[in-house]
């Protein structure tokens, strides 16, 4: 069977779930002996990683990687500028055309894909004109999201129509695939707001998560034996450029804080740059991490380029709390699958949706400014019984089996053809 996967190149959680879900895929491809040849197409910089995890195929499954040029909101300091984006609109931006041309133009790209693949199923994630190629060649679809009509906190009603525009594309789809936990533990909830005369194509299948790789005395690498028994804070930086380096400045202001300067961390860039590794001790002095395994340095922060599986799970299984942006795939691995409270430093309102939902569930706290960061962790560790209890609660009714049941889901669609 020919699949065509379409991943929306803004942020990592589109690509992380596809993957998840790939791997699902071939594991059922495997038990039953055949074969699946998979078409996955994205727009840079997901249409990069694209390629070094498919460029050579394999597995149970055959990979071809497409680019598609597919339009994405225009950077400014902290994710995206929303001024610069809207008048992207009808005015060429930064170097980009106008919004109308671009959409146009990857529609144009991904027709060429459909008609010359021929495909049995397509697989969407974010990619909404996809969508509505599928509807008009009457193959079947599947679109997987944890949003469809976002609550908005801090922006304008002109965003209404956009987002009534942008949820019919979605309505579009076969089926439409939420990765998420059912009801009443639904982290995205304040995203979706579906009508009722959608809810019999809509499916919880359970959040896309990843393994415990390192949670419990897993591998031992130099920086799970330098993070072993420590009691500190594990801040992400994730997301696109422009968020990744907002992120970052967020943090490094909390840190300056007085209140701070004792708290021990561990900064997970997101960066295949091993020139960030590096272990900042008490005396202030920069040290290799092997070198302060050691040495035996007391230690006040780690930077990490980026972290292997193992070495994830065994710096978020032994921390005491996580900072994120309310990433959902981020979010749905810190407290359900490790059970660990959150301060939540949000970009986007569909952030802001899912952190004010934890937080109303003593889960986590929401924070802006460098000041509520670190107010946010002084209240986890002031009050850090409340939070274990709503977290043994929300991890108790978890759901990380959603790459499985989506994989399922797709399998049933392609039976029927």
């Given at each position: 069977?020919?699949?065509g996967?379409?991943?929306?190149p803004?942020g990592?959680?589109h690509?992380?779930r596809?993957?998840?879900?790939n791997?699902?895929?071939?594991a ?9 040849e998979?078409?996955?197409?994205s ?5 990069g990683?694209l ?8 597995g149970a ?15 400014g300091?902290?994710?995206?500028s929303?001024?610069r984006?809207l008048?992207?609109?009808l005015?060429?931006?930064s170097?980009?055309a106008p919004?109308v041309?671009?959409?146009?133009g990857y529609l144009?790209?991904e ?5 010359s693949?021929?495909f049995?199923l397509?697989?969407?994630?974010g ?7 599928a509807?008009n ?6 679109f ?10 801090r ?5 209404y129509?956009l ?6 594309q979605?309505?579009k ?11 009443p533990?639904?982290m995205?909830?304040?995203?979706l707001?579906?009508p009722g005369?959608?809810m019999?194509?809509?499916a919880?299948?359970g959040?896309?998560?990843?393994g415990?790789?390192g949670a419990?005395g897993?591998g ?15 801040w992400?930086r994730?997301?696109?450029?422009s968020t ?10 909390a ?17 295949r740059?091993?020139?960030?590794d590096?272990v ?6 920069r ?5 302060a395994?050691?040495?035996?340095i007391d ?11 193992e070495e994830?799970?065994?710096v978020m299984?032994?921390?005491k709390?996580?900072?994120v942006?309310?990433?959902?795939t981020v979010?749905?691995?810190v ?8 301060v ?14 934890a937080e109303?569930r003593?889960?986590?706290?929401l924070?802006?400014?460098?000041r ?8 986890i560790r002031g009050?850090y ?5 709503g ?5 108790k009714h978890f759901d990380?089996g ?10 049933e669609?392609?039976e029927?053809?």
């Amino acid at each position: 069977m020919k699949v065509g996967e379409f991943v929306y190149p803004w942020g990592s959680g589109h690509y992380t779930r596809m993957v998840r879900l790939n791997e699902a895929l071939e594991a059922r491809c495997g038990r039953g002996g055949g074969a699946l040849e998979a078409h996955v197409a994205s727009g840079p910089p997901i249409h990069g990683r694209l390629l070094e995890r498919y460029g050579r195929g394999g597995g149970a499954a055959k990979y071809s990687v497409h680019e598609v040029r597919m339009p994405t909101p225009i950077d400014g300091r902290l994710g995206p500028s929303v001024s610069r984006s809207l008048l992207n609109v009808l005015l060429p931006v930064s170097g980009r055309a106008p919004l109308v041309s671009q959409i146009a133009g990857y529609l144009r790209e991904e027709r060429k894909i459909y008609d010359s693949e021929g495909f049995d199923l397509v697989i969407n994630d974010g990619d909404m004109g996809s969508n509505v190629l599928a509807r008009n060649r009457g193959i079947p679809s599947l679109f997987v999201t944890n949003q469809f009509m976002p609550r908005l906190w801090r922006s304008r009603a002109y965003f209404y129509p956009l987002m009534r525009f942008v949820a019919g594309q979605i309505a579009k789809a076969d089926r439409i695939i939420v990765a998420d936990s059912p009801p009443p533990y639904t982290m995205c909830e304040y995203n979706l707001n579906f009508p009722g005369g959608l809810m019999d194509k809509v499916a919880f299948v359970g959040h896309f998560a990843g393994g415990r790789a390192g949670a419990a005395g897993g591998g031992r690498s130099d920086l799970a034996r330098l993070v072993e028994g420590a009691d500190y804070g594990y801040w992400m930086r994730t997301g696109n450029a422009s968020t990744n380096e907002g992120t970052g400045r967020r943090y490094e202001e909390a840190f300056r804080r007085e209140e701070m300067r004792r708290e021990k961390r561990v900064v997970s860039h997101a960066r295949r740059d091993p020139a960030i590794d590096a272990v900042t001790g008490t005396d202030g002095r920069r040290y290799a991490v092997r070198e302060a395994l050691e040495k035996g340095i007391d230690w006040i922060q780690i930077d990490v380029g980026f972290l292997t599986e193992e070495e994830k799970g065994a710096v978020m299984g032994g921390c005491k709390y996580a900072v994120v942006n309310g990433s959902h795939t981020v979010m749905g691995e810190v407290m359900g699958a490790m059970a660990k409270p959150i301060v939540g430093v949000p970009v986007y309102d569909e952030h802001t949706n899912q952190i004010r939902w934890a937080e109303e569930r003593s889960l986590g706290v929401l924070a802006g400014s460098p000041r509520q960061i670190a107010g946010a962790v002084a209240e986890i560790r002031g009050d850090y019984g409340r939070f274990e209890e709503g977290l043994a609660d929300f991890s108790k009714h978890f759901d990380g089996g959603g790459a499985a049941a989506a994989a399922g889901a797709a399998a049933e669609m392609l039976e029927k053809r």
